[in-house]
């Protein structure tokens, strides 16, 4: 039998260190002082919980997108596509585009994927709100960052959107460095967003409600130049 071993993003390293540490301290003077019958049992419970919780939010799955690559967008995330409509992006693109959302809840992996091959041109972080993730205005007043890619002639604009609970975005894609679907553009933590904004002659060929898999899940093909 292949047992497969479980990859721990970098982002998540120090946290789970530090998380055993922490937890123990806070149990150990229970288990001494308490009398060791239902409330060091329940809290004992809830740090295993929580540790699990932690652990599973920070997998790295390695992924390679194995389909057709030319003209062909990959969703960035895992998580549920929430939007899918015509919207005018302002920062990168200045004009109308088709904009494809996927919301991330506590339970998905939190690695974001670049979502085509190319050349990232434009890479900015905005501070802001941390609303629900889940609210049309979080794409523009949320804390995020935008980045820009250039990919088969078109340019694409990604979002990364922070939620009520996510509170740091994580952005590693740099002005000139090339994007690769098999590759992490960054992270974001605790519950989010990504949104995706595509030429408006673009495929979707996702719906509202699926569920997609970030590296894996087409989410558009491009028009052919």
């Known amino acids: 039998m292949r047992i497969h071993r479980v990859k721990i993003h970098r982002e998540g390293t120090n946290i ?19 009398p060791p019958v239902v409330f060091p049992a329940i809290l004992t419970a809830i740090s295993v919980v ?7 939010f920070f997998r790295c799955p390695k992924r390679k997108y194995k389909g057709g690559r030319t003209d062909m967008v990959v969703s960035s995330v895992d998580g549920t596509v929430v939007a899918i409509e015509k919207v005018y992006e302002e920062e990168y693109l200045k004009s109308e585009a088709m ?13 974001n994927w670049y979502p085509v091959d190319g050349t990232v041109e434009y ?4 501070r802001g709100r941390f609303l629900s993730a889940y609210l049309p205005k979080a794409s ?10 250039l990919a088969w ?11 009520a609970m996510a509170r740091r975005i994580v952005t590693y894609a740099r002005k000139g460095s090339k994007a690769n679907i098999d590759d992490h553009l960054g ?5 989010s967003r990504v949104d995706l904004y595509l030429p408006l002659d673009s ?8 569920k997609v898999k970030g590296g894996v899940t087409p989410l558009a093909r491009l028009s052919s130049k």
């Open 16 to 34: 789970l260190i530090l998380l055993p540490l922490v937890l123990l301290a806070l149990n150990v003077p229970v288990w001494l002082f308490l």
């Open 50 to 56: 929580v540790y699990i919780f932690v652990f599973n």
């Open 99 to 111: 904009m494809v959302s996927v919301f991330m809840s506590p339970l998905n992996v939190h690695a």
């Open 123 to 126: 890479v900015r972080h905005h």
């Open 140 to 149: 523009t007043e949320n804390e995020r960052s935008t980045i820009g890619i």
């Open 153 to 163: 002639g078109h340019r694409i604009t990604v979002r990364q959107i922070a939620g």
């Open 187 to 191: 992270f974001i933590k605790f519950g």
């Open 203 to 210: 495929e979707i060929l996702v719906k509202m409600k699926q």
